[in-house]
């Protein structure tokens, strides 16, 4: 399914440019993602179709969070003490063109035999690791006997208390979520899916019904949201999605700043626009529908927390901390906190 019907029926954006822009980075788009595509330049079209600007980009890096250097084992990326993300498939079901390993897309390969036992063999010997994330790609385009082979080896090694599987299939393949696999997944608990949407009009009948099967069967569902320019720079796009992410038992957990992959810079917005976003919708929206606003630091210093400013200023006695309707309160401190208070806020 390489390059889509939309970019072909416009074309205003076709010939050699564009070729070299899929020549570098592969296009590649379900049908399903395709048909929520009105206008190339509509925020579902933004997401998936090759652009020109995709070459322009010189400031990018090519692997910003070091994942390559941080691998133990080819696709292994052990960055924190507890846990680990496994990249145990090499496709996904449409090519976000903001992807953060787009660099994989050109020589995708497979996960070998060999890698995979590597991979099993590193996560064995290394009791520090409780948690392990199964990304890629898109795990879920694996075939489920496969998908099913590497949960239940992670599940023979006991330290691993904690199966997460990142995915975007329910957003833009959705029949890749099928009764089967709902069902092979629940025997394995503990099991987290973290889904990927963007925006509210990928929430559809389909969508709906994908979650549904993976929370029926017990799964806590978590989304993460890549800010992106043009496409849900905006608080009641986002709003909008967040909410509509609870209703389908969703649970916000990232809005990410855009890293500094090559090739990206036109989807990425000033970091302030994060906070900006984030502040007006606290308190507008359910608590259960914020995620936390991250930068994942270039180099491959992992991810931080952004939280807009409530605290105005410390005093000895008391902090004055702003409401978010804009009313400054004053909180009263305990003997001897305001030092710590302070070495806390302002670092
Ligand atoms: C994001 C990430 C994780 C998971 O981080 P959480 O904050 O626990 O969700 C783990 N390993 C790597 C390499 C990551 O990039
Ligand atoms: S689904 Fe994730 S890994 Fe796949 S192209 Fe999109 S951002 Fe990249």
């Given amino acids: 399914m390489h390059q889509s019907a939309p970019s072909e029926r416009d074309g205003n954006e076709s010939g050699p440019g564009l070729a070299g822009v899929l020549d570098r980075y592969p296009g590649k788009l379900s049908a399903y993602a395709a ?16 652009t020109l600007e995709e070459l322009d980009d010189s400031s990018g890096w090519v692997d910003p969070l070091a994942e390559e250097a941080l691998s133990p084992v080819r696709s292994l990326v052990h960055r924190y003490p507890n846990r680990a993300l496994w990249l145990v498939s090499h496709e996904c079901a449409a090519h976000c063109r903001f992807c953060t390993r787009k660099r994989r897309w050109k020589d995708a390969r ?11 063999a590193y996560l064995a010997r290394s009791p520090g690791i409780r948690d392990v994330l199964l990304s890629g790609g898109d795990p879920l385009l694996l075939p489920l006997d496969r998908l099913e082979r590497i949960i239940s080896s992670l599940r023979a090694i006991p330290h691993l208390e904690v199966i997460r599987i990142g995915s975007r299939a329910p957003g833009v393949l959705p029949g890749a979520v099928t009764p089967e696999l709902a069902s092979m997944l629940k025997k394995y608990h503990p099991i987290f899916m973290n889904l990927h949407f963007n925006h509210p009009r990928e929430i559809t009948t389909a969508s709906r019904q994908a979650c549904a099967l993976l929370a029926d069967a017990g799964i806590p569902l978590g989304s993460q949201t890549v800010l992106l320019r043009g496409v849900n720079d905006d608080a009641a796009i986002l709003g909008a999605l967040f909410h509509g992410l609870l209703t389908m038992r969703v649970r916000p957990y990232y809005l990410m700043q855009m890293d500094l992959t090559a090739g990206t810079a036109h989807f990425r917005t000033p970091i302030s626009a994060g906070l900006r976003i984030l502040q007006s919708l606290r308190n507008h929206i359910s608590g259960i529908a914020m995620p936390q606003f991250v930068i994942d630091l270039p180099g491959g210093h992992g991810k931080v927390p952004l939280v807009p400013n409530s605290i105005r200023a410390i005093h000895e006695d008391r902090a004055e901390i702003v409401s978010y309707t804009g009313v400054q309160c004053d909180y009263p401190l305990l003997e001897g906190e305001h030092e710590e208070l302070r070495r806390l806020h302002f670092g």
């Avoid at 497979?110 to 099993?120: K, T, V």
């Fill in 35 to 50: 048909s929520l595509i009105q206008r190339r330049d509509d925020p579902i079209g933004r997401q998936f179709l090759p």
């Fill in 110 to 120: 497979p996960l070998s035999e060999g890698d995979f036992e590597a991979g099993l």
